[in-house]
């Protein structure tokens, strides 16, 4: 069964940064897999933000290029989101999620729920 643990959520202003931190268990991600964070804002559906696959490679969604940046721990399993210059329409639950086929989630990167990578840690940006 894989469990992930996500932290670092929380209040700040426009322009304010956050770093959200994962943990994943279970699962060994091989060729062709990632971890990654999806997030859902209130009344809307659940977006993919971001992917990296165990060699390093990353991939972000058009509203977050520029401004988050994804990594990873050596042990692979751990994974971090800095946002920087954060805005109010970034705020949302924001999920971590593993393991994620790259070739399918990005084809299709919303959902109509992200409840299936659990509870999430919610980000707040205030104007």
């Known amino acids: 069964e894989v469990q992930v643990v996500e932290s670092g959520g929380g209040s700040v202003q426009t322009g304010g940064s956050l770093r959200l931190s994962c943990t994943f268990s279970g699962v060994t991600l091989l060729d062709g897999f990632a971890m990654g964070w999806y997030r859902q804002p209130p009344g809307y559906g659940c977006e993919l933000v971001s992917t990296?696959?165990?060699?390093?490679?990353?991939l972000y969604s058009d509203p977050v290029k520029g401004r988050f940046t994804i990594s990873q721990a050596n042990t692979k399993n751990t994974a971090y989101l800095q946002m920087n210059n954060l805005d109010p329409d970034d705020t949302a639950v924001y999920y971590c999620?593993?393991?994620?086929?790259?070739?399918?989630?990005?084809?299709?990167?919303?959902?109509?729920?992200?409840?299936?990578w659990g509870q999430g840690t919610q980000v707040t940006v205030s104007s």
């Open positions: 999620a593993a393991p994620l086929e790259l070739r399918r989630v990005w084809v299709s990167p919303t959902l109509s729920s992200c409840n299936h």
């Open positions: 990296i696959t165990p060699t390093g490679a990353t």
